[in-house]
């Protein structure tokens, strides 16, 4: 029983990480352009389709190799895609720009049934195999996931606060007309967001290919659900993506046991309409709220006191 | 001779007659149904925009609504053996809740997160759909009843072609009718300036909840008429793509413009199928084409092609003069 449970958390929290990858990047072209990138989904699938099926099959590369040459070629997209959609319709009403990129995915997909076949891939070799521990038994590529999404957070973290792009990106989610008037390239701050961001969706689906094998709707439900972590975190900061990543990852997880598997993929979308309707800034929210709650009593007793 | 503008008048007249004699020389039943298939997306495009046209408020959960009305008709009929007509009670109720339940939550989220809340909307559906029991889990539901009347039933494609053609008739009278009430301004005037509207003492929650009811009522009917029509539904028709064509429709048609919607339905139900003699590429090629309509005709194929023309600069100077 304690073995099942740990397995289920060191589950969940892989895919609470993931889910916070998503959000993170979902967080980042929005701070940028103020646009969402419906496509992202398309993209992570054709991370996995450009390891696996070009890299790996075709190319007959090593995986480490394959990976690197994956995440390079997924930020030169990302620059193309930036210049051609991104940046002309920054201005545009916002509903033409996520019709565009749902179009864009639409694209990728075909594109990818024509490049790659039907058939799904699956990585030979790559993260396989499994860790016993306590009785509990956790497949290798959960632990890895882990692993990598702690790095990725990590350096996106030390970028932002550290470098000079990182912290133009920064200013720009803040006030556009602000930071074009002290000089910051807003288009350059844009094309650099989506190389980051399509690089993270590269990555995305390289550690998920062991996990849902390539196929094309390998990433709908991930690219959906980190969506809701975002709402449940607190869309626009990072530490919130993240936690709401968590708690929805290890929610579901537990909740696809208790309750049956039909509702496991309605469970998160259902909390992600609670928090919308109770607590629409979601886990900040909640903080915040329990925040005031603590400084009412202590005004309270304060006033007593005297 | 008259002008341009008198001309203009008499258009949807001239539109009407248009879908009226189409079948006489679109022949076969294929290309039949795509055009009864075409007419109910102009229904739900005619929907869809007081919401998405008027109210400028974006949602991509469309296709569940139309699919939740497909359900419910085709539950009632076949489960309980109700007549198709006494199952657009249900299905007008169900339409009913969903808008206001599907409104409420529109309040709280704005702008493109309401888009993604409603996608989220849409999967929850689907899934549901598909592993429920009940509705017939993923192989959706058979023999559904035709429409009838006294002894007729629309059971050819011509019939179901003209059923369908006189709701569609019903409900531009009654979009027509809405859009220009004292509704159809408000909803504008939440696109335009909702602080102006609050200080008119117009209740914009209110307003956002009756768009988003309008709308569910007339995609659930749309629905259901689809049912009894294909006489087999299955949970893959209402996927998160046939609700970005729903908003496609009203892009190419123009956002906001009440005649675009339809002809918008008819390009989005027929470049697939004109198309798809293409062979493998179809698919690919028709998404290309949609996303250089929408990136570069943003505002509806007919105005930028008479704006990139100038003709729309020289008619707005006449109505000036005149």
Sequence with gaps: ???????????????????????????????????????????????????????????????????????????????????????????????????????????????????????????????????????????????????????????????????????????????????????????????????????????????????????????????????????????????????????????ENIAGVVLPAVFKDAVAFALMILFMLFSPKGLVGVRDHVRNLQENRKQKKGKVNI | MKTAREWKKYFPVFLMLLLAVIPAFVTGNYYRTVCCQAMLYAIVALGLNFIVGLSGLMTLGTAAIYGLGSYVSALFCVKLGWNPWAALIPVLISGWLIGKGLGYPSLRVQGVYLSLATIGFNEIVRNLLTNLEWTGSGTGIRNIPVYEIGGFAFDTQIRSYYLIYAVLLLFIVIAWKIVNSRWGRAFKAVKDNPDALEVCGINIANVKITAFTLSAIFAVVAGAMYAHFNRYITPATYTTDLSISFVVMLIIGGLGNFWGCIYGAYIVAFLPQLLRPIGLTYKLIYAVIIMLLVVFFPNGIFHDIRRYLGLHRVLKKGGEEG
């Design chain 1, 1 to 251: 029983m304690q073995g099942i449970l740990l397995q289920l958390i060191v589950s969940g929290i892989a895919m609470g990480f993931v889910y916070a990858l998503v959000a993170v990047e979902y967080t980042l072209i929005w701070n940028a352009c103020g646009l969402l990138n419906f496509s992202h989904e398309k993209i992570i699938m054709l991370g996995g389709y450009v390891f696996v099926g070009t890299c790996i099959t075709a190319l007959g590369m090593s995986n480490i190799m394959s990976a690197i040459l994956t995440i390079i070629l997924l930020g030169i997209f990302g620059a193309l895609i930036a210049v051609i959609i991104f940046i002309p319709l920054r201005n545009q009403t916002r509903l033409i720009a996520v019709v565009a990129t749902v179009m864009l995915g639409q694209i990728l997909n075909e594109a990818a049934v024509l490049v790659w076949g039907p058939v799904a891939l699956m990585p030979k070799n790559f993260l396989s195999g499994v860790f016993t521990f306590m009785g509990a038994t956790v497949a290798k590529s959960y632990v890895y996931i882990i692993i990598v999404a702690v790095i990725i957070i990590a350096l996106l973290e030390l970028f932002f606060k550290k470098t000079k792009p990182g912290k133009g990106m920064t200013c720009v989610s803040i006030n556009k007309t602000a930071s074009a008037l002290m000089g910051i390239n807003v288009k350059v701050s844009i094309v650099i967001t989506l190389i980051l961001s399509f690089m993270i969706c590269g990555v995305l689906g390289i550690i998920t290919a062991p996990i849902f094998t390539v196929k094309q709707q390998m990433a709908t439900m991930i690219a959906l659900k980190g969506f809701c972590a975002g709402v449940i975190g607190g869309f626009g900061s990072l530490p919130a993506a993240i936690a709401g990543g968590l708690v929805l990852g290890i929610v």
